[in-house]
């Protein structure tokens, strides 16, 4: 039996979000899912996940299931949704549609909806009169009083017909917005809209209101641009005996130009931050900042604690401007408070995409682990983190020198170089950084030179590169490489005594 939508409870809350299996998860539909969960979770109510997918030619099997990935991978769990059940299911619409026809039915046999049989390019022409005309481009009514007997007839002939709804005329739709307060709208301008189209799928306003009332829902937050369907839903709830959830219309995630965030901005996707190395919880944490503030003047907390914060009357008006330069500041926070595990565990797949590591076994995970946190506490994301270790698998002393810069200097600091390829000749490795510092004073007494004369040529010599990391971090980085040799899934890296033996030569050579 179907739940009576009427008993539904008040409090605490069940909210929903809706995605259309469509395409991936857009970060501003992310921050509506995030707004629903933590008012969820911060007030003890249901979160329920269900799947908007009667548009059947672009919804696909694939598409939900990266959603669902993306919210999980973002921390949003659910109560209720298509792979839990629940009470007041099916949660997918496209199993769902003998209650749609039941509820048209409904409405046809009270003559609150009737039977239109306009075909498609009459509407056109309508449309394009009223816009001429400057009227509202709304259906003109042509078939609003066709008795119903008649188009049952015509229906049951075959003759394709959609089912409108019979909006009042010369009324005002008068509700209270949760984040915007009093939204007015006059019937006059809304026109009768489709509740089921010819092929018997249902229109979204109105599967939604079915679906929103029988699964209980008592507050709806989504998108701004969603406000304009807000009173064709109410008519409906109306014409039902059902009484409303509360509505809450969020802004619109913005670019830097303040237009929608769209593909010219970037990355606009879940998984696309995803696959470039965001941390969900960075993700999350900046997502639940457009729009609203935890307070405090504080903006990086646990996904819980935000949730205990949140509260929809602190919500704002104002447009959320995604900020590339913030969310990388916010991820910068969590990949240095990240563990030194997970971070080598997400890092890997980039140092694989370039080759120089495969499944890596127990003896490179530990040594991977040692210098991975170091590099990804410089970084966005975790897709930077290769460039900053690239002098440690990919060092070719002949590359470098062919940089005019680094030809210059090093050939100025030739005496330098030199001297520290002799004493690492006859020198064990430099596997820590006593040790390290240790060459580099006996360096300097056989040359006399200190400071940036005498480091930065150390450091082009070892990694091949003008900066990067520490040198008394990175140098024994290199050794401790050096020292597996060809241990399985890593690329072979040369040690400090081979990689400045192989400058010193190199510039000879160039020098010549």
Not at 122 to 135: C, F, I, S
Not at 278 to 297: F, I, K, R
Not at 362 to 390: C, H, K, N, W, Y
Request: net charge neutral; aromatic share 8%; proline share 7%.
């Amino acid at each position: 039996m179907t739940p009576d939508p009427i008993s539904r409870p008040i409090s605490p809350p069940r909210v929903r979000f809706a995605p259309s299996p469509t395409g991936q998860l857009h970060v501003g539909n992310a921050r509506t899912a995030l707004f629903n969960w933590l008012l969820a979770r911060g007030s003890g109510g249901t979160f329920v996940l269900r799947i908007e997918d009667t548009d059947a030619e672009r919804s696909t099997p694939e598409s939900e299931r990266a959603i669902v990935e993306d919210l999980r991978w973002l921390g949003l769990d659910w109560d209720e949704g298509a792979d839990k059940g629940g009470d007041r299911g099916p949660y997918r619409q496209s199993e769902r549609t003998h209650i749609y026809r039941a509820h048209a039915v409904e409405l046809l046999s009270r003559e609150q909806a009737y039977r239109c049989f306009c075909p498609a390019e009459q509407l056109e022409l309508d449309r394009y009169a009223a816009l001429r005309e400057g009227r509202p481009p709304k259906y003109v009514g042509r078939c609003r009083d066709l008795p119903p007997g008649e188009a049952r007839a015509r229906a049951e002939g075959g003759e394709p017909a959609v089912i409108r709804f019979r909006v009042p005329e010369t009324r005002d739709i008068v509700f209270h917005d949760l984040v915007r307060g009093e939204v007015r709208f006059s019937t006059d301008v809304i026109g009768d809209p489709v509740l089921v189209r010819s092929d018997g799928s249902p229109a979204y306003n109105y599967a939604v209101v079915i679906d929103d009332a029988l699964m209980a829902i008592t507050h709806v937050i989504r998108g701004e641009d969603h406000i304009s369907n807000t009173p064709r839903q109410l008519l409906l709830y109306e014409a039902f005996g059902w009484p409303p959830p509360a509505f809450a219309h969020v802004s619109l995630v913005l670019g830097p130009d303040h237009a929608v965030l769209s593909k010219r901005h970037g990355a606009t996707s879940v998984a696309e931050f995803r696959a470039r190395g965001v941390l969900p919880e960075a993700l999350a944490n900046y997502l639940a900042l457009l729009g609203w503030s935890p307070g405090d003047d504080q903006e990086l907390l646990p996904i819980d604690e935000l949730a205990r914060r949140f509260r929809l009357e602190d919500v704002g008006r104002s447009a959320g401007v995604f900020d590339l330069e913030k969310l990388a500041w916010a991820n910068r926070h969590y990949l240095k408070a990240a563990a030194p595990e997970r971070l080598t565990r997400l890092a890997v797949p980039f140092l694989q995409r370039e080759g120089w590591i495969a499944e890596p076994g127990a003896p490179v995970t530990a040594f991977l682990a040692g210098v991975i946190p170091v590099a990804a506490a410089s970084v966005d994301r975790l897709e930077q983190v290769p460039a900053r270790l690239r002098f440690l698998f990919d060092y070719s002393a002949a590359r470098a020198i062919e940089d005019a810069g680094v030809r210059a200097e090093a050939q100025a600091a030739r005496g330098v170089i030199s001297a520290l390829a002799a004493e690492l000749a006859g020198s064990p490795p430099m596997i820590d950084r006593e040790t390290f510092r240790a060459v580099v004073a006996r360096v300097r007494e056989r040359t006399g030179q200190k400071g940036k004369l005498l480091l930065h040529p150390i450091r082009l010599a070892l990694t091949g590169e003008p900066e990067g990391l520490e040198l008394d971090v990175g140098v024994p980085a290199i050794e401790r490489g050096a020292a597996l040799g060809d241990a399985a899934g890593l690329r072979r890296i040369p040690g400090a005594a081979e990689r400045a033996a192989a400058f010193d030569r190199e510039l000879g050579r160039v020098s010549a």
